[in-house]
């Protein structure tokens, strides 16, 4: 009976064997997996289990970390708290007990709660030493007052609405608002308060989706504002090479291969007007023409270089902005003026602003300026970095002088600011079945000082559903905002 | 210089006595690291929860001590030539499981479940009483042989044992599985754990009669030797047996034990490959077929498939799924190699069983790879243990009942590992010794008493005749 006994030894060491090597597959393969399954209850332990880091902005953090109250069963320590949070809550996102992490609070969230492997060092002497574990801080570009001006005037205008500026030079994100918006600290618990909070912020029960981050994740149809990236690609393809040059613009102009002739908005002289002057009057006749001459290739090269088409990560993720291929002539004159399937979230206009204020150069647009630990030290910097080069700088010297005519004593002369240089464009975008819905009012614009720095470029976007449908137009509803905005920047500079 | 001396075709060796010395002093020694650990384990749970020695050190230790010594004590009196790694390595894992209970105990999110019980003292209650029914076995199965006799009789029993469950008024069905029974006043009892003993008594005498008739070929085929037709009635049987529990009673494991166990011992007894090729078959056969029909089965196969699928669909609020085995493998996974250190996991997340069926996660957390690696390998060591002494033990039952004995308690680690560790689907049974219960601490304290009672006959120096001096010294001539 020995045979077999060792061959039953031996079974049983296979299975002892087999369950070694699961064993190894689950707490060695996949341990990290497991470990940081978002669904694991221990990475929202963990994340709430010391002081959280935090969300710093011009020195202040706009974010802090409360002790729960030792109310029976929580088994999380820590509480987020944000100061002045529907302002800022497109910048953090929330971190929220019962409902997870999104934006800042969620992407940087290994450095605000320390578990970040180049925060290990720190963390090694933290346990060495006993003390508690701390989260590092993540410092943005943003500018307090360009926000604060920002999200008043969304408020002020009571629509739906989304501002974001930047800095040309850097690609910094000044300001980022979005309107109507949300308290992160409403829900940051795990109380029933809280999910009633949350409940009641949802788009099944509140339709003006206050939770949406509008400054990067809705596209809107960019209208006239959109011709801006048209007379960029009219100079850089040789079509016209200055602005004060007759374009071959005949008024009425029916659109090649269809009977419609496109409609400018009244009476405006645009009959083989000037670049300048059709961007003053905002021509659609002179900038549809030029986008259907130039062809549906040449006008989506140009939007991609100015950011069309990809995704942006800011580090925040926001939306691709939509300039079409496969149109014909008049699809792309309709396109050419902001309209049919073109679509841009306010960060990519403001982006077309910014690179037309940087001499044509794009700079990579981002809020997280460095992150550091918790003894300040700093961990990691984020660098200024080009994205691309829509314009030339003669051309982009030429398309900002375009766009001062506009604000000069074109539509955009409400967000005039004396003393300094302001180009802008405004644009109304129709929207809906048959242009039933109210239009959206755009402003994008940049400040240039006396000395040719220029310090920031906007974009302002107000869907307005009460405003009274003639009194819509970019330059009455978006440029004051865009306005006291651009102002803001400046007098933080000074 | 040895080849000079000895002839170049034979050679001599000289052997002892039959038999090793007693071994009783290494026990002892062992012993004192089985009581020593789990001694530190509980400091170390009691420092890292409330930043304290736990006032019940002292107690525990000198509890876990005088019963240890007291085992120790009855193995040197009635069974001294026994094993010596058996009673330790089963000590410790009981020590270890009782660190482990305790530590669940201090959960708040435990505490809060509705049918929460101090868990630790009935542990140390029931560790007491499987103590003492092992220095019972001891004192009282002088020879293992003995149960020989009573072989029809444990047919019977474990018959009587298996069907307990399904007697209406006594049976309980928790969570499914129907394979308890209520004794008013004294709790629920898994008659399973020592059907699985009283079987192997039953096997082991069966078998040894009828091993021969069975292990007649009358075929080959395929290169294997067919069983006649006529001899295929036992494993038929029993079979059958193991379907009708798994119907009845919903449980895939002690099913799968006592066949798994039956074929083992069969292979053991007839020599015969075929049986284990037949035994296979019809386990995948019956596994598959009533997995696919019955619902309880059924379903813990689907969350053996997909765990998180089950995790949400419980989230959801669905009735009839469970997140427990999603929670155990994140449990699992979030040990790593190290773990986190005693106290400081969070396995309670499982809820309810964490302290039975899926104690092992709590140690996969908290003690990560290293320590799952090591109690796998204490399991290992018993079991070897328990083939080792079916290969030493001289009369027939004696092997037979060893490796039935050490082969259900494989099969029974691997089945319970294996669904905890989502490696085969999840089945109600128990982690031998750490997992709380008081069924599966008293069978499995027989079950080690048993095999140190067959170890220490087998390894008894055979009774010398007296007034030869020569016995102490024999030549052995072989062949080389």
């Known amino acids: ?494 | 210089m040895s080849s000079t001396t000895n002839s170049p075709t034979h050679h001599t060796s000289t052997i002892g006595a039959i038999g090793a010395p007693s071994r009783r002093n290494t026990e002892l020694a062992l012993l004192v690291f089985a009581v020593v650990i789990p001694v530190f384990a509980y400091a170390n749970v009691g420092l890292a929860l409330d930043d304290q020695v736990p006032a019940g050190l002292l107690s525990y230790g000198l509890g876990l001590g005088l019963l240890a010594g007291v085992a120790h004590l009855a193995v040197r009196k009635f069974a001294p030539y026994a094993d010596p790694l058996l009673l330790p390595l089963a000590t410790l894992l009981n020590g270890l499981g009782l660190v482990c209970i305790w530590r669940l105990d201090q959960s708040k999110l435990l505490q809060s479940l509705p049918n929460f019980v101090t868990a630790a003292p009935r542990q140390l209650l029931y560790t007491a009483l499987g103590i003492a029914l092992f220095v019972v076995v001891l004192i009282f199965l002088k020879d293992h042989r003995v149960l020989q006799r009573y072989t029809y009789i444990s047919m019977f029993s474990a018959l009587v044992l298996l069907i307990l469950p399904l007697v209406p008024g006594l049976g309980a069905n928790i969570y499914g599985a129907k394979i308890w029974i209520n004794i008013p006043g004294l709790g629920s009892l898994q008659p399973g754990e020592f059907a699985k003993i009283v079987l192997a008594v039953f096997f082991a005498g069966y078998l040894m009669v009828k091993r021969d008739a069975l292990a007649l070929a009358s075929r080959r085929f395929m290169g294997l030797y067919l069983p006649r037709g006529r001899d295929l009635g036992p494993i038929l049987v029993v079979w059958a047996i193991s379907i009708l529990i798994l119907v009845f009673e919903t449980d895939l494991g002690t099913s799968l034990l006592f066949f798994g166990m039956f074929v083992i011992m069969l292979y053991v007894a007839t020599e015969r490959t075929s049986w284990i090729v037949f035994g296979l078959l019809m386990s995948a056969a019956g596994a598959v077929g009533v997995a696919s029909i019955e619902p309880h089965v059924k379903s813990r196969v689907q969350s053996w498939l997909d765990p998180m699928r089950e995790y949400t669909l419980s989230r959801q609020g669905q009735l009839g799924h469970s997140e427990q085995l999603q929670q155990a493998l994140w449990a699992f996974g979030s040990g790593g190699t190290l773990g986190s250190g005693w106290g400081q996991g969070h396995s309670d997340l499982i809820r309810f069983a964490a302290n039975s069926d899926f104690i092992l996660a709590t140690f996969g957390e908290e003690l990560g790879l290293a320590g799952i690696m090591a109690i796998l390998l204490i399991y290992g060591l018993i079991v070897e243990r328990g083939v080792r002494t079916a290969l030493a033990a001289r009369d027939p039952f004696g092997k037979l009942l060893a490796v039935g004995l050490s082969g259900a308690f494989a099969l029974q680690v691997f089945v319970v590992a294996g669904g905890v560790m989502g490696l085969i689907p999840l089945t109600g049974m128990t982690m031998p010794f750490v997992a709380y219960g008081g069924s599966s601490v008293l069978a499995n304290w027989a079950l080690i008493g048993i095999l140190i009672r067959i170890s220490d006959t087998a390894r008894r120096p055979a009774p010398t005749p007296a007034g030869n001096p020569d016995a102490e010294m024999t030549q052995v001539v072989r062949p080389s």
């Open chain 1, 1 to 494: 009976m020995n045979k077999p006994l060792r061959r039953i030894a031996i079974f049983c060491g296979l299975l002892v064997l087999t369950l070694l090597l699961r064993d190894n597959w689950l707490q060695y393969v996949k341990a990290d997996q497991l470990k940081d399954d978002p669904n694991n209850r221990r990475v929202t332990i963990a994340r709430y289990s010391t002081p959280r880091g935090d969300i710093i902005v011009g020195g202040d953090p706009i974010t802090g970390s409360a002790e729960n109250g030792k109310t029976g069963l929580n088994d999380l320590k820590y509480k987020r708290t944000y100061k002045n949070g529907p302002m800022w809550a497109p910048v953090t996102g929330y971190a929220s007990q019962a409902f997870g992490a999104t934006q800042l609070e969620s992407i940087e969230d290994g450095i605000l709660t320390g578990n970040d492997d180049r925060l290990f060092f720190r963390k090694t002497l933290d346990m060495i030493t006993g003390k508690e574990q701390q989260g590092g801080n993540v410092v943005t570009t943003l500018n307090a007052d360009a926000q604060k001006a920002a999200f008043e005037g969304l408020k002020k205008r009571g629509g739906k609405g989304a501002v974001v500026a930047l800095e040309p030079s850097t690609g910094k994100i000044l300001a980022l608002a979005s309107y109507p918006s949300y308290d992160p600290s409403s829900f940051a618990g795990n109380t029933n308060d809280d999910a009633a909070a949350w409940k009641k912020l949802q788009k099944k029960y509140n339709p003006n989706d206050p939770m949406l981050n509008r400054a990067l994740r809705e596209t809107y149809p960019p209208g006239s504002t959109f011709k801006v990236v048209t007379a960029a690609a009219a100079l850089e393809n040789g079509k016209y090479t200055s602005a004060d040059e007759k374009t071959d613009s005949p008024l009425p102009w029916t659109m090649p291969g269809t009977t419609t002739q496109l409609k400018n908005e009244g009476n405006i002289p645009c009959e083989n007007a000037t670049m300048r002057e059709a961007l003053r009057w905002s021509c659609n006749t002179v900038f549809g023409k030029i986008g259907s001459d130039l062809g549906n290739d040449k006008m989506l090269a140009e939007a991609k270089k100015f950011g069309f088409d990809s995704e942006q990560f800011v580090p925040i993720r926001s939306s691709a902005s939509v300039f079409s291929d496969d149109m014909n002539q008049s699809q792309t004159a309709l396109s050419s003026i902001g309209q049919y399937n073109t679509a841009a979230t306010p960060l990519q206009m403001a982006m077309v602003a910014s690179a037309v204020a940087n001499d044509g150069k794009l700079m990579k647009p981002y809020m997280v300026d460095s992150l550091e630990s918790s003894t300040l030290d700093p961990v990691a910097t984020t660098k200024p970095e080009e994205l691309s080069r829509p314009l030339s700088p003669k051309n982009a010297q030429i398309l900002q002088d375009m766009m001062k005519t506009v604000v000069e004593k074109g539509t955009g002369t409400n967000a005039r600011i004396s003393g300094v240089t302001v180009g802008g464009k405004t644009g109304t975008a129709q929207h809906g079945v048959e242009n039933s819905e109210n239009p959206y009012a755009w402003f994008i614009s940049y400040a240039k000082l006396p000395d040719g720095s220029s310090p920031v470029a906007v974009a302002v976007v107000v869907e307005d559903e009460s405003a009274n449908r003639d009194d819509i137009s970019g330059g009455g509803l978006a440029a004051p905002i865009a306005k006291n905005v651009m102002e803001a920047v400046i007098n933080s500079k000074k």
